[in-house]
């Protein structure tokens, strides 16, 4: 598949589910983030064995290309080839980004999460397609997650020409703080899937997400 940046305006990242009981639910609210505009959706599953992750992959692979969004597995190049997703996204302690992208080859979509700059840039010319930076905010999914700036966070951006979006934390409410950094979307978790009407959150978070991306589209353009 071909990657381009819009695909980053409204990053979902699902919740992990522990036993197949649990698969209609997440099923369902995953349609439910489709329907309101979710532009990527990744699936990252901690708990599952790798048999189960491909089964569900297979599932949600079904409901996003029904709806013509990209499936990104977490941490798994395994289960994403298995299940035929449209790529995979690796922390920076899991597989190289030149590894998974010699083994899935070019049109596989890599993502790769990046805290710093240095970090950044050795995943594009690793052949990323995209980064996923922070936390940005405090985030309920990843307590420990180490924050980032939102100066770092633009310097990160002004650093490589692939794409970017910040994750951690983020809201309908906070987004506008990231205005002006670069970013190009939002990766969000908490704040649609624990949303009480995930269509709702979803049409909600884009629409906000949009205004951020084009104030940072704006800001680009009068400092060039």
């Known amino acids: 598949m071909i990657f381009s940046r819009d695909m980053l305006l409204l990053y979902a990242v699902t919740e992990c589910i522990t036993k197949k009981e649990e698969e209609d639910g997440l099923c369902k609210k995953i349609e439910h983030a489709l329907q309101g505009g979710v532009t990527l959706l ?19 692979g079904s409901i996003c290309r029904a709806y013509n969004v990209p499936l ?7 289960v994403a080839l298995k299940s035929k997703a449209s790529g995979v996204h690796v922390g920076d302690s899991d597989l190289s980004v030149s590894l998974v992208r010699k083994t899935a080859g070019e049109n596989f979509i890599v993502g790769a999460t990046a805290k710093t700059v240095e970090r950044a840039q050795s995943c594009e010319i690793q ?10 905010f405090s985030s309920p999914t990843k307590k420990e997650a180490l924050r980032v700036s939102v100066d770092a966070l633009k310097n990160i951006c002004e650093s490589v020409s692939i794409p970017i979006a910040a994750i951690g934390g983020i809201t309908k409410e906070n987004m506008g703080l990231l205005k ?14 624990s949303a009480p009407d995930v269509n709702e959150a979803a049409r909600n ?9 084009a104030d940072n589209a704006q800001s680009s353009y009068q400092r060039s």
Do not use: H
């Open 72 to 78: 990104i597995i977490n941490d798994n190049l395994n």
């Open 180 to 193: 002006g950094s670069g970013i190009s979307g939002v990766a969000v978790v908490s704040s649609l899937f």
């Open 42 to 60: 990744q699936l990252r599953q901690k708990k599952l064995d790798e048999s189960s992750f491909v089964k569900l992959a297979i599932r949600v």
């Open 205 to 213: 978070l884009k629409a906000e997400a949009r205004k951020t991306v």
């Open 127 to 136: 052949g990323a397609n995209y980064l996923g930076v922070g936390a940005v």
